[in-house]
């Protein structure tokens, strides 16, 4: 079946500029995660997102990062006013959400963010 | 909150040589591990994972992970490496019943050399 899917692939953005980053998940997976690769902090968790309850943002670094997931599905991760900082591999995780399955992750190829 | 070891950044290793990648973890709560792996230019693979049960842990390409709890480490072994085990390797743990975001160690390259 198909995998998690994020797009775009690649995104430059001058400085001060909005982005969006978009995951879809695996059809049935209740759970969504958010996490970022970068060179200097090496994979950090940003946001969880688990059915309907309230996501779990103890991850996002600054306000200028916010996450929604509409109908329990598709995520959007938007960064307000890049800073260069922000350039990294942005990669979407998607899991069953309950048992043991839960636990088990399976991640997109992630969208590669440079910042101008 | 949990934090992730990884001791080695880097391991070179000779092709059917054995490997050990290690991986120390501190935690105040029960923790479930992971190996996951990401080979070049590709995304992020799970390797292996302890959930419950023997702390002897194996995936199919013939890597295995031992969870040691007193000393709170889950060490990557295998035999004998092939050219395409390069990769780099990452270690990391989730809380038990807690919303199972992982939290990763730096990555361990493993470069395997003819």
């Known amino acids: 079946g198909a995998g998690v899917s994020q797009s775009p692939s690649n995104k430059v953005t001058e400085k001060g500029k909005d982005v969006e980053l978009r995951c879809d998940p695996i059809?049935?997976?209740?759970?969504l995660y958010w996490y970022r690769q970068s060179l200097g902090q090496g994979l950090e968790f940003l946001i969880y997102?688990?059915?309907?309850?309230?996501?779990?943002k103890s991850g996002l670094p600054s306000d200028r990062f916010s996450a929604e997931r509409t109908g329990g599905s598709v995520s959007t991760l938007t960064i307000q006013r890049t800073q260069q900082e922000d350039s990294a591999v942005y990669l979407c995780?998607?899991?069953?959400?309950?048992?043991?399955?839960?636990?088990?992750?399976?991640f997109g190829p992630g969208t590669r963010l440079t910042v101008t | 909150a949990q934090s992730v070891t990884q001791l080695d950044s880097q391991v070179p290793v000779f092709e059917e040589a054995p490997v050990e990648l290690r991986c120390n973890y501190s935690?105040?709560?029960?923790?479930?591990l992971f190996w996951y792996v990401q080979y070049p230019n590709q995304g992020l693979q799970l390797l292996l994972k302890?959930?419950?049960?023997?702390?002897l842990v194996e995936s199919i390409n013939g890597f295995e992970a031992e969870f040691n709890k007193s000393q709170t480490s889950f060490h990557l072994r295998k035999p004998s490496v092939h050219i395409s085990d390069t990769a780099e390797y990452f270690c990391?743990?989730?809380?038990?019943?807690?919303?199972?975001?992982?939290?990763f160690g730096g990555g361990t390259r493993l470069m395997v050399k003819p």
């Open positions: 997102f688990q059915g309907n309850s309230a996501p779990d």
């Open positions: 935690s105040s709560v029960s923790v479930y």
């Open positions: 059809s049935g997976h209740t759970a």
């Open positions: 990391a743990v989730s809380p038990k019943g807690a919303g199972n975001m992982l939290t």
């Open positions: 995780a998607s899991s069953p959400g309950t048992g043991l399955g839960a636990y088990e992750q399976y």
């Open positions: 302890y959930l419950s049960g023997s702390t």
